[in-house]
């Protein structure tokens, strides 16, 4: 169903995603943290996404899963290179665990996860997921111009597999 995920993950939709970071921008230190701080919890959220539509239609969370493992990396890479202590922009309260720091890995697939609603119709479900993809890449393509240059590269080419993202997800439903 989703067999093009295959072909983007060969041409290199995810070869940006190496979360290092460059000088080539005017964000200080702080700036660029809160931009890769909010790009990674952008991010997570759409994992989270994948991972409730994925549990409410089964059938759909092996074609799911190549698009899921991107979204893992990309959470990943964002995260990379920011203080330990960092929290995600939503989560980081008192009783957050190591797996919500905006630096940890991402969680792996859930079958069940609460708080997401997903339509019941399989093909609808896709076509939500679709757009929670294309938010999260539009988000990554606003932050640009206010990213230095290694960080404004990592979320050129994460936005860019978002976008590979919305068309195969369009493909599938």
Do not use: F, N
């Amino acid at each position: 169903m989703l067999a093009g995920a295959a072909v983007l993950a060969a041409t290199g939709t995810t070869a940006g995603c190496s979360g290092d970071d460059g000088d080539g921008g005017d964000a200080g230190p702080a700036a660029t943290e809160r931009i890769r701080r909010r790009a990674a919890e952008e991010s997570r959220g759409l994992l989270r996404r994948y991972d409730a539509t994925a549990s409410a239609h089964p059938a759909l969370a092996a074609a799911l899963d190549p698009l899921r493992a991107d979204v893992a990396r990309h959470v990943a890479a964002l995260g990379r290179g920011l203080p330990a202590g960092t929290r995600a922009a939503s989560g980081g309260g008192a009783g957050a665990g190591p797996g919500d720091r905006a630096d940890a890995e991402p969680p792996p697939p859930a079958r069940k996860r609460g708080g997401e609603e997903v339509p019941a119709d399989p093909a609808q479900a896709l076509a939500a997921l679709a757009a929670a993809e294309k938010r999260t890449a539009d988000a990554h393509t606003a932050a640009l111009a206010a990213a230095p240059g290694e960080v404004a590269r990592l979320l050129a080419s994460v936005a860019a597999a978002g976008a590979a993202h919305v068309y195969l997800l369009g493909e599938a439903g």
